[in-house]
């Protein structure tokens, strides 16, 4: 079954670290898209990428970095730089970069700064 | 500024019919979703309205008025795997997807 893969679904980072969110896919969209979920507030979107070795900041790219180097893979490192960590990041695909094309959506990952 | 409003919450009972609405202001419309969440779980497409008019998917239902800036989702014979968050999103003027911050509804048996 196609579908996206995201790793870990719960990470821990003492202040200071980086951390590095995986997104795997498997149903060859060229679209790829990472969003962060807070209680209270709509998704916000923070990279994306159309194409292998291209990508675009978002509403919210402060502290952020992303990679592009396989159309099947869009890792997102979270730096130390990011200010307030701790929340819930989706990662999500599809066929373009339009926003009417519907999304398909990791499970998510959880990420607690102690 | 840009803006969609859902409540944040609602309770509705199992076999129930419930509506929850979404009204945007944004710049400009190019469509709507609405997506599924359960609780720290991926969101799943539900429906997408461009035009006016009401979108009958089995037990849900989706509706738009652009004049209005106003859709609903209307689920009906409520189940309990219904309790969720139902996020919806709009396209603005330059294809860019915004986001309402989600209502989280609760099914009691």
């Known amino acids: 079954d196609g579908g996206i893969t995201q790793s870990p679904k719960y990470l821990f980072r003492k202040e200071g670290q980086n951390v590095t969110l995986s997104c795997e896919q498997n149903l060859n969209h060229d679209a790829m898209y990472w969003y962060r979920q807070d209680p209270g507030q709509g998704l916000r979107l923070i990279y994306y990428s159309q194409i292998v070795n291209d990508f675009q900041k978002g509403d919210i790219a402060e502290g952020y970095s992303v990679s592009r180097e396989k159309k099947e893979s869009f890792p997102l490192t979270v730096t130390s730089a990011q200010k307030n960590p701790t929340a819930f990041y989706l990662c999500?695909?599809?066929?373009?970069?339009?926003?009417?094309?519907?999304?398909?959506f990791g499970a998510g990952s959880r990420l607690t700064v102690l | 500024g840009q803006n969609i409003d859902q409540p944040t919450e609602m309770t509705a009972t199992e076999g129930a019919i419930v509506q929850i609405n979404c009204t945007y202001q944004t710049s400009g419309f190019n469509g709507l979703f609405w997506y599924q969440q359960h609780a720290g779980e991926a969101p799943t497409f539900l429906s997408y309205n461009v035009l006016d008019g009401l979108e009958e998917k089995g037990r849900f239902s989706s509706f738009l008025s652009r004049s209005k800036g106003y859709s609903y989702l209307l689920l009906k014979e409520l189940q309990m795997k219904d309790s969720a968050s139902y996020l919806c999103?709009?396209?603005?003027?330059?294809?860019?997807?915004?986001w309402g911050a989600g209502t989280k509804l609760i099914i009691k048996p």
């Open positions: 999500a695909s599809s066929i373009g970069v339009s926003g009417a094309n519907v999304l398909t």
């Open positions: 999103a709009v396209i603005d003027s330059n294809y860019q997807l915004i």
